[in-house]
Every structure is written in structure tokens, then in C-alpha cells.
């Protein structure tokens, strides 16, 4: 099956600058990869997607690049803020049948 | 739409006691499955049904694990009997399975406690 992995586990940045959260999996026929933020308590809910078509995607301050041929994918969040600090997690899916996640980032942002 | 709705919400049990966790997908989804989350593991996957059949349940611990799903509206895990090590948040997910995009929604969580 897949195999998702997440990089860094922990990642503090201050409010302001950049954080980057990176995931590589295994299978080249995985099409289709969300990203996820879990603050704490709750349940993880979809902040941006990337389909296999697709090398970027933007919304606002966060931004998703895919590449194929590397078979890693990369969250970017710009101008943090102390509202981002939560767990990021990455997952990669054929056809979303089963979709497999990375082992989770937690970022936090200082003030 | 409610989202993905799971019930109870928090449980603790006494060990060897069996457990029931219940999920109600979003209306119209036709995709359900079931994830155990802790500090160790991160997200696993327990199981998943396509149109109420499950398709792959590699991921159950143990034969102490089931999971039925007899509706397109309602879903159950059960744990019987439980141990200490099933100490977990338990998220249902859903989602329509249609085309290589829709992601899956997840419910509240049920945080379960054995002791």
C-alpha cells in the first residue's frame, strides 16, 4: 500500500514569517492529495487540496506544490499567524478509496 | 448539512467491557470509514465501506474489533472486550465516491478511555 511521510514533527516559526511542511509518498499512482489541520480537540478539517494534474495551488496565505516525478508534495503558509498553530497532516489517496496520512506536524507560531 | 455526526462523544469504560461507537454520515455520501487516532500511531485506518460493503478492514487491530455499516445512515465500531491499549480519539469520516477528488469530511470524534 502507500506510505506517507511528514517532515518536520514539530515546527515553530514567529508570527510573520514562513512555515513549509513537506511529505513524500511512495506510490506513483496516488492522484489526489489533501491537507489537513487539527487544532487541538478537534477534528481534522480540509484547508486546501492538489490533484496529480495539477503543480500548484493557492488559496490566500497557503499554497500546496506537487511534484510527480519526485513524488513529494509541500504546504506553504505565509505570514503566519498565532491562529495557525495547530497539527498539519498531509495524506495522498488513489481515487479516494483509502486515503493515507502523514504522521502529523505540529506547528506552533509565536507571537 | 450537520456534517458527520458520532456518538457518545466521550467514554470511559472499565477493561473488558464492550464498547459501541456510532457514526451518521453526511446525507449522500456513499463512502464511510473509520480512523484511530493516538500520540503513538497518528491517523490509522481501521476500515472503509463503499456503498455500505466493506471494502478493506486490514487495518482492525484485533478480532476484538468489529465494524457494520447495515444503512447508507448509520455505521458502528465495536470493541469487545476492551483493553486498556484501545485508549483513543475514534473519527468517522465520509465522503461521495465519485471521481478522484472528493475528500473525506470527519466527525467530532468519540474519545474513549478504558480503564
Known amino acids: 500500500g502507500e506510505n506517507v511521510e511528514q517532515h518536520p514533527s514539530t515546527l515553530s516559526v514567529q508570527e510573520g514569517d514562513s512555515a513549509v511542511i513537506k511529505c513524500t509518498y511512495s506510490?506513483?499512482?496516488?492522484?489526489?492529495f489533501p491537507w489537513y489541520k487539527q487544532e487541538l480537540g478537534k477534528r481534522p478539517q480540509l484547508i486546501i487540496d492538489?490533484?496529480?494534474?495539477?503543480g500548484e495551488k493557492k488559496d490566500q496565505r497557503i499554497a500546496v506544490t506537487l511534484n510527480k516525478t519526485a513524488k513529494h508534495f509541500s504546504l506553504h503558509i505565509t505570514e503566519t499567524q498565532p491562529e495557525d498553530s495547530a497539527v498539519y497532516f498531509c495524506?495522498?489517496?488513489?481515487?479516494?478509496?483509502?486515503?493515507?496520512f502523514g504522521t502529523g506536524t505540529s506547528l506552533t507560531v509565536i507571537p | 448539512d450537520a456534517g458527520v455526526i458520532q456518538s457518545p462523544r466521550h467514554e470511559v469504560t472499565e477493561m473488558g467491557q464492550e464498547v459501541t461507537l456510532r457514526c451518521k454520515p453526511i446525507s449522500g455520501h456513499n463512502s464511510l470509514f473509520w480512523y484511530r487516532q493516538t500520540m503513538m500511531r497518528g491517523l490509522e485506518l481501521l476500515i472503509y465501506f463503499n456503498n455500505n460493503v466493506p471494502i478493506d478492514d486490514s487495518g482492525m487491530p484485533e478480532d476484538r474489533f468489529s465494524a457494520k455499516m447495515p444503512n447508507a445512515s448509520f455505521s458502528t465500531l465495536k470493541i469487545q472486550p476492551s483493553e486498556p491499549r484501545d485508549s483513543a480519539v475514534y473519527f468517522c469520516?465520509?465522503?461521495?465516491?465519485?471521481?478522484?477528488?472528493?475528500?473525506?469530511?470527519f466527525g467530532e470524534g468519540s474519545w474513549l478511555t478504558v480503564v
Open positions: 492538489i490533484r496529480s494534474n495539477v
Open positions: 506510490d506513483s499512482a496516488s492522484n489526489y
Open positions: 469520516a465520509s465522503r461521495i465516491r465519485q471521481g478522484s477528488g472528493n475528500t473525506i469530511y
Open positions: 495524506a495522498a489517496t488513489l481515487s479516494g478509496n483509502q486515503f493515507y
